[in-house]
């Protein structure tokens, strides 16, 4: 009987420290850095504000496709260089920026492309906004490539991005995105006015010039 009374308490104590090599084994686990699946990185962990390298996509003479700064269709492999979802996946969202030698990028969302503009040499090192010839976002109402630059936004509405969270519904017009503010909440917003302080909000885990939030973004 004295045995028995005492197997229990030898039970816990087994338990217990597998308990603690399991603790300190995930603990262990969790500090290592995650390896990317970029080529030519392996054993490489990515800053905290990157999801994934994402490389533009060439411009193909062959595709007939003029002028060189024309919208392009999303292409089903392209990666967001901000947040690394897949563009064609959330069409309805898209954005896309194309620089001078035809090279281009696709976003998931118009957030996203600002976030790109305000931060260009981040994800696309050795480039710059002035670089660029060309910026589109997606018409909510018509799902038709719109100039960035000429386009209205509407900030603070209940429309969830892709990421399910605000973001900024491009619009044609300011009549049609003033419709859409009276249904959906939210203010009616020009290109020149997403500026930092905007862009922290909306998405504050990423990188943007924390010390000018007032300051607009390249044009």
Known sequence: MHALRHRPT????????????????????????????????????????????????????????????????????????????????SAQWAAQAIFANGDAHFFDSPLSLFQYLANVGQYSPGRTAQDLVARYVTDTDTGAWIAADTAMYVDGSSARGPMRA?????????????????????????????????????????????SAHQRPLVK
């Open 166 to 210: 605000g973001n900024l519904p491009a619009f044609a017009s300011a009549e049609a995105a003033r419709r859409f503010a009276g249904q959906r909440g939210g203010h009616v917003i020009a290109f020149g006015n997403v500026d930092n302080t905007v862009l922290y909000r909306l998405a504050p885990g990423r990188s943007v010039d924390h």
């Open 10 to 89: 030898r039970r816990k104590a087994l338990w217990a420290g597998l308990a603690g090599v399991g603790a300190l084994t995930a603990a262990a686990f969790w500090k290592l850095p995650l390896p990317t699946a970029t080529p030519g990185s392996a054993g490489q962990s990515l800053p905290d504000d990157v999801c994934v390298v994402a490389p533009p996509t060439p411009f193909n003479p062959a595709s007939g496709l003029l002028p060189l700064e024309a919208p392009r269709a999303i292409p089903a492999d392209a990666r967001c260089p901000v947040c690394g979802m897949y563009p064609a996946r």
